[in-house]
Each structure stands twice: as structure tokens, then as C-alpha cells.
């Protein structure tokens, strides 16, 4: 009789096991097919947009978070919406960038050396997000750049516009 409930037993607790496993590996390919997306129809090419572009891309992001996002019943929603909240990040990011760049406005103007550095520092805070993303999805970070970043990247786009206009 012990080792029919032994057996029973470890049964049991090997099915209750197998289940969640399936279940949490589940969740991380839907999450991985959602990252997919995400980048696939937001991120790539971001560094190319005017700021039109970019305006439409953070609406559409803020509407898939509030009113798409929140139907999404999972235990592993609170990634999805931090996934959501970083890639608002680098929309933030990339247009701040654009706003350092008075000289594309310029009518008559080429720019063209300047909008070379404007991608240039685009593809530099890409890079960071892309480093970051899993991090701050998973509760691990609370920032795409530090406020240091920040500063250090201004000043540097600052110089090199410098030695542009010298």
C-alpha cells in the first residue's frame, strides 16, 4: 500500500510539475513572439524617421498599452506593459535628439552631415536599448539611459555639431 501511494504521489506532483513547465515556457515564446513584433514593427528603422513619424509611432504604441494591453489577462502581463513603457523610452530618446538638431529646419540648408550624426546618435541609443530591454521588462532597471548618459550623449551630439559648423 506505501508504494501505491508513494507511486500516486510522485505522479501527481510530476503531472503538477510538467503543467507549469509547459505553461511558463509557453509564456516566455509568446512573450518572445511579442518582443518579435514590437521591434519588427516599431523599432527597426526608428533611427530614420522625421518627427511626424515618430509622433505616430508613440501614439500607436500608447493606445496598444492602454487599450489593447489591458484585456491581456497573463501572469506575465506586467512585462508586456514595461516592454511597452521601455520602447516609449526610446521614442522619448530618439526625439529628443531630433529636438538637438535645429540646423535640419534650416531652409536652404543641406544638412546632410548633420542628419548623418542626428542617425549616428539615433543608432547609439538603439544599441543601449537594445542591451536593455530585458532588463527593465523584468522589474531589473528603471531606465534606458542614465541621467549621466543623457548628459554625455547631449554633449557629445553638442561638439561634434561644433566642429561641424567650424
Given at each position: 500500500?506505501?508504494?501505491?501511494?508513494?507511486?500516486?504521489?510522485?505522479?501527481?506532483?510530476?503531472?503538477?510539475?510538467?503543467?507549469?513547465?509547459?505553461?511558463?515556457?509557453?509564456?516566455?515564446?509568446?512573450?518572445s513572439k511579442f518582443k518579435?513584433?514590437?521591434?519588427?514593427?516599431?523599432?527597426?528603422?526608428?533611427?530614420?524617421?522625421?518627427?511626424?513619424?515618430?509622433?505616430?509611432?508613440?501614439?500607436?504604441?500608447?493606445?496598444?498599452?492602454?487599450?489593447?494591453?489591458?484585456?491581456?489577462?497573463?501572469?506575465?502581463?506586467?512585462?508586456?506593459?514595461?516592454?511597452?513603457?521601455?520602447?516609449?523610452?526610446?521614442?522619448?530618446?530618439?526625439?529628443?535628439?531630433?529636438?538637438?538638431?535645429?540646423?535640419?529646419?534650416?531652409?536652404?540648408?543641406n544638412g546632410t552631415k548633420?542628419?548623418?550624426?542626428?542617425?549616428?546618435?539615433?543608432?547609439?541609443?538603439?544599441?543601449?536599448?537594445?542591451?536593455?530591454?530585458?532588463?527593465?521588462?523584468?522589474?531589473?532597471?528603471?531606465?534606458?539611459?542614465?541621467?549621466?548618459?543623457?548628459i554625455s550623449l547631449k554633449?557629445?551630439?553638442?561638439?561634434?555639431?561644433?566642429?561641424?559648423?567650424?
Open positions: 500500500m506505501d508504494k501505491v501511494l508513494i507511486s500516486s504521489l510522485l505522479s501527481f506532483i510530476s503531472g503538477s510539475l510538467f503543467v507549469s513547465v509547459i505553461s511558463k515556457l509557453y509564456n516566455v515564446y509568446l512573450f518579435k513584433m514590437i521591434n519588427t514593427e516599431y523599432v527597426d528603422g526608428i533611427e530614420y524617421l522625421d518627427n511626424n513619424g515618430i509622433s505616430k509611432l508613440s501614439a500607436r504604441l500608447t493606445y496598444l498599452k492602454n487599450h489593447e494591453l489591458c484585456y491581456y489577462k497573463n501572469d506575465d502581463q506586467i512585462k508586456y506593459i514595461r516592454f511597452i513603457e521601455f520602447t516609449l523610452m526610446l521614442v522619448k530618446e530618439i526625439q529628443d535628439i531630433d529636438k538637438t538638431h535645429p540646423l535640419l529646419d534650416i531652409p536652404g540648408r548633420e542628419r548623418e550624426l542626428q542617425i549616428t546618435q539615433k543608432k547609439k541609443v538603439l544599441e543601449q536599448y537594445k542591451l536593455s530591454y530585458s532588463k527593465y521588462s523584468s522589474l531589473k532597471t528603471d531606465y534606458l539611459l542614465t541621467e549621466n548618459e543623457q554633449k557629445e551630439l553638442e561638439k561634434e555639431l561644433e566642429e561641424l559648423n567650424s
